[in-house]
């Protein structure tokens, strides 16, 4: 009986790979700048030659609607000996194609980044931390907003292994995205992975993400691109990546095949992927039969959760209501129609995220993920009366605030258990938890975070502001707004106040809904506060969300005094959007 011949892989041609990166967009459209982060392996090196190539054939037809220039980001650890060599071939490559391109050396000990580590220290999340940051900060110096990686389909069917070890559900067994929004990194602005509000104007792009890692070899193979291979990535007992990697190659994932000693995590997140294969219903991630099956069942979970991101966008257009800004409405005659659970749980995540004070893209402003959080939120809205049930407004984690309302052509929070009127329907306003009481923050040491001082920034400012023209303070203020202030339109008494008599800027907290508003300060008002803005403004064409002109004026409860300056401009800053 003759043997199965197996298909020697194609090459990816340029065709594919312009299907592949146009499906990679950002919602906002492309930049006139894109960079790819560069190792000199064989997935770096095969994106950048074939992304240079495609828009090198295809700039000249479609110059307005795709990046006209090209870069190239690489990360030197200098952890590893010839990794500075590792470095200069991957500038050389570069400059072979007539690529800009920039190396970035890690400054170890230089905060935030932390001290070398040792030998044989665990490294691949503390790697990450720092790879990223050092990209982010380069695309930052260079007025880059896109950043395409060469992760693939075997990158894609180990990052599934790797978060079903960990517990997760179906929709993130669905593993990476072709494209999402930076986000905000960490929670803590001292946090290596800290971004704020620049990293919501970036974006990660994963074009090859389905192509296997032969077809990139074979690519790199027909137009003879060199690269170099890092050997520790096949080296099991390093990282729990390394080691599904090696039993992959094997056709198994028992973790018996593995010979040398694994340290104890590793061997205990192997132990629980059989567990978290059998929770899925909708794949069969069967090794048996080879690593194909494997990337088409990851392939199909990632389709799902496609899927169920625009399911979750078409249920928030049903339910959504007006609102204040910085707050959410949707009525429950909407959340009725939605009965999928995971629907219901994406839904859920997707307005907590818009809403929390926690960092945008961080799994806090998503209650940790934790399934008896979501569950009791979920149990809570899609009860028919909730002031009949007695349910109280509530917090289910990640700093959102629930309160069940009575909605016609404004909006009622009614006391104990009221009968809606004519016209009335029950809704569910999520809107930002209130922060701990001032006399309790004081005896307990903690700074209030919605109490910014910004005299120090604005007195520096204007010592130079003559020299130094067009100066922009920005501030991401609780995560949710962004508060800017252009020094040249400071008013002549207000500098002077600053600089000569000891006045005082501050953001405040500012109605129900915290939104800021800028005061001023010292010893000439006393005790007074003078409000200077408190104005929120609709965002602008290139801003990162769009705001309803009358959503604050549309509103009779809300009752404030706007005031306005030109040199003050505040912003919502947070997406709804799936990425």
């Excluded at 930052?140 to 990686?149: F, P, S």
């Excluded at 800290?194 to 919501?200: P, R």
């Amino acid at each position: 009986m003759s043997a199965v011949l197996t298909p020697k892989p194609l090459p990816i041609s340029r065709t594919e790979f312009g299907q592949f990166f146009r499906r990679c967009a950002p919602p906002v459209g492309w930049t006139r700048k894109i960079a790819v982060a560069t190792s000199g392996g064989p997935d770096s090196t095969c994106l950048l030659f074939l992304l240079n190539r495609y828009l090198r054939d295809r700039f000249e037809e479609w110059p307005q609607s795709l990046p006209g220039e090209l870069h190239s980001i690489t990360v030197d650890h200098g952890l590893q000996e010839g990794s500075d060599r590792m470095a200069q071939k991957t500038a050389d490559f570069a400059a072979a194609l007539g690529v800009p391109h920039v190396t970035c050396k890690v400054p170890w000990g230089e905060p935030p980044f932390p001290e070398r580590p040792k030998s044989g220290e665990a490294f691949e999340l503390l790697g990450r931390n720092v790879r990223y940051r050092l990209l982010f900060n380069a695309m930052h110096a260079m007025g880059i907003n896109a950043l395409a990686l060469g992760h693939h389909v075997d990158d894609q069917v180990e990052t599934s292994l790797m978060r079903l070890a960990r517990g997760t559900t179906e929709v993130g067994a669905g593993g990476m995205r072709r494209v999402r929004r930076w986000g905000m990194g960490t929670n803590r602005e001292s946090d290596l992975g800290w971004t704020g509000a620049e990293g919501m104007k970036k974006w990660l792009l994963r074009p090859l993400l389905e192509v296997s890692k032969d077809r990139i070899l074979a690519t790199c193979e027909e137009n003879q691109l060199e690269y170099v291979t890092d050997h520790t990535n096949f080296q099991p007992e390093l990282t729990l990546r390394n080691a599904i990697r090696y039993l992959l190659s094997k056709n198994t994932l028992d973790p018996e095949e593995i010979s040398v000693e694994l340290r104890p995590d590793i061997a205990d997140s192997l132990s629980k992927i059989k567990e978290g294969i059998a929770s899925l219903e909708s794949v069969d991630m069967d090794i048996s039969n080879g690593t194909g099956n494997l990337r088409s069942a990851v392939m199909i979970l990632s389709d799902q959760a496609e899927d169920i991101d625009s399911l979750v966008d078409t249920s928030l257009n049903r339910c959504h209501l007006p609102s204040p800004p910085g707050t959410y409405l949707v009525s429950y005659r909407g959340l009725a129609t939605v009965n999928d659970p995971l629907v219901k749980r994406g839904l859920i995540l997707r307005i907590m995220r818009y809403v929390s004070f926690h960092a945008w893209g961080t799994t806090r402003a998503d209650a940790n993920r934790r399934r008896e959080s979501l569950e009791r939120i979920i149990m809570n809205l899609w009860t028919p009366d909730p002031f009949a049930a007695r349910i109280a407004p509530f917090v289910g984690g990640g700093g959102v605030f629930w309160t069940p309302v009575l909605v016609d052509s404004g909006m009622r929070i009614p006391v104990g258990r009221p009968t809606p009127r004519p016209g009335e329907i029950i809704g569910w306003l999520a809107s930002r938890q209130p922060p701990m009481s001032l006399v309790r923050m004081t005896a307990m040491g903690i700074h209030n975070p919605l109490r910014v001082d910004v005299t120090d920034q604005l007195h520096s400012a204007l010592l130079r502001r003559a020299e130094e023209p067009g100066q922009v303070i920005e501030l991401l203020w609780d995560t949710r707004f962004t508060v800017r202030m252009d020094v040249d339109k400071i008013p002549e008494e207000l500098a002077r106040g600053i600089l000569e008599e000891g006045d005082e800027i501050k953001i405040h907290p500012n109605t129900r809904w915290y939104w800021p508003q800028v005061i001023r300060a010292g010893p000439r008002l006393g005790f007074e506060e003078e409000v200077l803005h408190s104005t929120l403004s609709v965002p602008e064409q290139e801003s990162i969300v769009k705001l309803d002109r009358d959503t604050i004026a549309s509103w009779p409860y809300v009752r404030i005094d706007r005031r306005s300056t030109d040199w003050i401009r505040a912003e919502w800053i947070r997406s709804l959007s799936a990425i």
